[in-house]
Each structure stands twice: as C-alpha cells, then as structure tokens.
C-alpha cells in the first residue's frame, strides 16, 4: 500500500500543476486532464519502459496520447518522469514554448503528435504490427477520449488489431462520460461499451480509473496477455478533484480564474472540503 501512497502523492502535485497550467496560460483543457492523472500515473510510475535521457530509446514501450487535449496533464506527467525540466511548464501555450495545447512530437517523451481526434489508435495499431514484424518486446499503449470513440476511425483500428490479435496492445479509454459539448449519452452514447470491444476481438478490462489497485491490475493481466488486445475501460470522473469542474462539459476547455483557482488547489490540497 506504501507504494500507491507515493503514486497518490504524485497525482496530488500533477493535478495541482494541471490547474497552475491552465490557470496562468488562462487556456487549456482542465476537465479530461484532471480524469486521466491516475491512468497516467500508473503507466509513467508504475508500468512503462522509458529511459528520460534518451526518449526513442527502441526498446522503449510506447504510449500514444490520442486525446492530444491533455496536454496539461501530459506535460507534467513527462516532466515529473524526467524528459524536462519543471520550469518549462510555466511556458505553457505562450508563444515560442514547445508546449502548446496539444500534444507535439516535438516535446521530449511524445511519440505522435495528435489533436486531431480519432487517429492515434490507427497509429498505435501499426507501431504494435511493426514491432512483431521485426521481433520487439515492447508494448503499446494509446489513451482515448470517450467522445472521441464515437469517430469511425477508431472502430477501423480496433477491427485490424483483433484480427492480428495484436496482444502487444492496449487501448485505454478515459470514460469519463462528457464530452466537449454535453454528456456523451446525449450526443452518442457508447454501451454497450465492453461488448463492443468484445465483439472486435479484444479482452476487455473495465474499472475504476481512478484507483490505483485497478489500474495497474488491468496493465498486469494486459502485461500476461497472450492472444489479444486488450482494452481497459475506464470509469472516471470529468474534471475529478475540483468540486465545480467535475462532470461539467464546460470545463473541457477553460481556465480557472484567480478565484476559482484558489479555491481548486484548495479542494486538491483537501484544505477546504469539497462544495457541490
Ligand atoms: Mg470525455
């Protein structure tokens, strides 16, 4: 249990600096930032090989960042495993700053640039076929939105990787059940979501996504899989840790005013209890 005390300790910071981000580019995507903390966490802390000081290392396992709004979250992720330095956050979308608002292959860790919604998938699928072909180990990760699943693209790739039973593969999903303009049931609900990815022909993992014991427990059986892809459907929360952004779709792109930023870092740092 220690371990996932200094895994929920690095959560704490990243999202504090997900709001400190956000807050002093008075832009950004807080709200599928603060749902995805643990997810990465669990893959940055816990499970991936990488090595910081040479980022295309080629026995490196890979992760794409379908949903290239993260960057907030990204970002910080990279630079507390070491790719860059910290200060360099605080030139967050400014002008000249490698770290703009979406994900850049550029930035040291990324391994595609993305943004454009629906496409990481496909180039997850041909980076795990590429690795069998020439005999790697490595495994490949891609994180997706749930209002980006609803893109066709995605079902395309998700159809290839089962039929090449790409068992080097895991598609995780940050279903935190709002997308840009409303909830996700509303614009385009995804359920039967684990039969869906079932009936492509992957194993399929669903829990909570902000839990630690389930995250990296998904990633070990994803780690012994030997016949197909796996998906880890992840329950989680819009916005999680800030009272008055959680499930709020209109927080999937603003910046927290100085008031509102105050009272968030509060609510993080458990000084004030939490208001909705
Ligand atoms: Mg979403």
Avoid at 140 to 163: F, R, T
Avoid at 235 to 248: I, L, P, R
Avoid at 249 to 267: L, V
């Amino acid at each position: 249990m220690e371990h996932y005390r200094e895994l929920e300790e690095k959560s704490k910071n990243i999202r504090k600096e997900i709001l400190k981000m956000t807050h002093r580019a008075k832009s950004g995507h807080p709200g599928g930032s603060l749902s995805a903390v643990e997810l990465l966490v669990s893959l940055y802390f816990k499970k991936m090989k990488y090595d910081p000081r040479n980022p295309f290392l080629d026995k490196r396992d890979r992760l794409i960042i379908s949903k290239g709004h993260a960057t907030p979250a990204v970002y910080s992720v990279l630079s507390e495993a070491g790719f860059f330095a910290r200060e360099e956050l605080e030139t967050f979308r400014k002008l000249g700053s490698r770290l703009q608002g979406h994900v850049y292959r550029g930035v040291p860790g990324v391994e595609l640039s993305t943004g454009s919604l629906g496409q990481g998938l496909s180039v997850a699928v041909g980076m795990a076929l590429a690795a069998r072909l020439k005999g790697e180990l490595h495994r490949v990760y891609c994180l997706l939105g749930d209002g980006e699943i609803q893109e066709g693209n995605v079902w395309e790739a998700a159809m290839s990787a089962g039929h090449r039973k790409l068992s080097k593969l895991c598609a995780i999903v940050d279903y935190n059940k709002v997308q840009e303009n409303g909830f996700v049931n509303d614009i385009k609900k995804l359920e039967p979501l684990k039969k869906k990815w079932e009936s492509f022909g992957w194993r399929v993992h669903e829990i909570n996504g902000h839990k630690f014991k389930d995250i990296i427990s998904a990633l070990d059986k994803f780690d012994m899989e030997l016949d197909k892809p796996t998906c880890i459907i992840a329950n989680t929360v819009k916005g999680k840790g800030v009272s008055f952004m959680e499930y709020q779709h209109s927080w999937h792109g603003k910046a927290p005013d100085d008031e509102q930023f105050e009272k968030a870092i509060q609510e993080i740092e458990g000084k004030v209890k939490k208001t909705r």
